[in-house]
């Protein structure tokens, strides 16, 4: 007789991801847990009350098995070719916001932040899923449901840690009952959004309920107390408070603070910070969203816009159409699309060595 198969619960989650230190921290398995018995502790999920082995905690992590192949079918109706290495796309522009105060307070062009703002006016959404900051620990990035221009001022620009954004999007619908919401995530976040929406254990309840999918482009995030704590300031001696702007670009990490650069440091500087599930990641610029938006390929103070789906085109256009962005095509640009693809070859690259390397010291049961 075969063995009897084995149930992928919260406890297949500990051993094959979290204690393999492969968890990213997107909060998937809270929202999809039907009894609430998953939590975040200490940046990490925990079981806080009775499982009851319904495997979807399991099935959305973006850590367990995955078929990119699938997702693929579903959303674009097609697998990439091997030459499509930021995968499947309708086109790429460089953009700008057109808005003076989401300008003001984007991390680059802003283009997040104003697609945003189109659908909220225009209720393409009734909600967008956003990362503001912790109120307790500052620059910290917390899930936020943003229903206002204002709200969604105050979660622009980027938070280098990792925020739950699927506990976000669990509360858009059931504490704000929204019906049509705007997401915001980095590569894993998406996947583990896809994985909802299109696997045979789909979180439908949470993942239709989704009209546009913003993914930004991500080479990897930091852990909160190491980065802000122990790096920031206690070895650098920066008081966070003063803190106006993080960067990542041209291979610096820059924090600014009272109008110059309080740290301007090769990033391998900080790699060490860096969650050890980002080593593992093979997604540069959030492949399987609707947009695709990162700075890596436009001029400073631009954005490199990706436009993936139908849905994407279509909000897209009719954001510069009403005046929200200005674009032009990304061939018109230096450095361009190809520094992103480079990239991506080499997220990718590195992620598979260290996959591969992993599951021949440490082979899952
Ligand atoms: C962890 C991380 C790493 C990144 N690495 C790269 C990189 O290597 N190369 C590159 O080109 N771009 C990277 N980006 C993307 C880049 O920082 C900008 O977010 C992107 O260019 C969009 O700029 P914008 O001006 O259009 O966004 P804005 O209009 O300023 O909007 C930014 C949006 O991102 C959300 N956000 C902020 N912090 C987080 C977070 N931690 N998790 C999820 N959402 C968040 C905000 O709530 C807001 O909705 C990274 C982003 C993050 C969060």
Redesign the pocket.
């Known amino acids: 007789m075969p063995p009897p198969l084995k149930l992928k619960i919260f406890k297949a989650l500990l051993e094959e991801v979290i204690h393999r230190n492969l968890c990213e921290g997107c909060g998937a398995c809270i929202a999809a847990c039907p009894v609430s018995a998953i939590d975040m502790w200490h940046e990490t999920p925990t079981l806080v009350s009775k499982c009851i082995l319904c495997e979807f905690c399991y099935y959305s992590c973006p850590k367990t098995e995955t078929s990119i192949e699938d997702i693929e079918k579903k959303i674009f109706g097609r697998t990439r070719k091997p030459e499509e290495a930021i995968g499947i796309y309708l086109n790429c522009y460089s953009a700008r916001?057109k808005k003076e105060e989401?300008l003001k307070?984007?991390?680059?062009?802003?283009?997040?932040?104003?697609l945003?703002a189109y659908a909220l006016q225009e209720r393409v959404a009734d909600a967008?899923v956003?990362?503001?900051v912790s109120v307790k620990e500052p620059w910290k990035?917390v899930p936020?449901v943003a229903l206002s221009f204002k709200e969604?001022l105050e979660?622009?620009?980027?938070?280098?840690?990792?925020?739950s954004?699927l506990v976000g999007l669990m509360s858009a619908v059931e504490e704000y009952a929204k019906n049509k919401i705007a997401i915001?995530?980095?590569p894993c976040?998406i996947i583990a959004l896809r994985k909802m929406e299109t696997s045979p254990h789909g979180v439908l309840k949470l993942a239709e309920k989704v009209s546009l999918v913003l993914g930004?482009?991500?080479?990897?995030?930091?852990y909160y107390d190491e980065l802000i704590s122990k790096y920031i300031q206690k070895k650098k001696g920066v008081d966070i408070n003063k803190v106006s702007k993080f960067?990542?670009s041209k291979g610096k990490f820059i924090v600014r603070a009272g109008g110059q650069d309080a740290i301007n440091v090769p990033l391998d500087e900080v790699k060490m910070y860096a969650r050890l599930s980002c080593h593992t990641c093979t997604d540069?610029t959030s492949e399987l969203a609707d947009i695709s938006?990162?700075?890596?390929?436009s001029p400073e103070g631009w954005?490199?816009v990706i436009i993936r789906t139908e849905r994407g085109k279509k909000i897209f256009e009719d954001a510069v159409k009403a005046g929200f962005i200005e674009y032009k095509p990304i061939e018109q640009v230096k450095p361009g699309l190809n520094l992103?693809v480079k990239?991506s070859k080499i997220k990718r690259q590195s992620a598979q060595e260290v996959l591969t390397e992993m599951s021949a010291s440490m082979p899952i049961q």
């Open positions: 916001s989401i307070v984007a991390q680059d062009g802003g283009i997040v932040t104003s945003l967008a956003t990362s503001g990035p936020k969604l979660s622009a620009g980027t938070r280098y840690s990792v925020s954004i915001v995530g980095t976040q930004l482009f991500c080479m990897e995030s930091f960067l990542i540069f938006v990162g700075s890596v390929g954005s490199t992103a990239l």
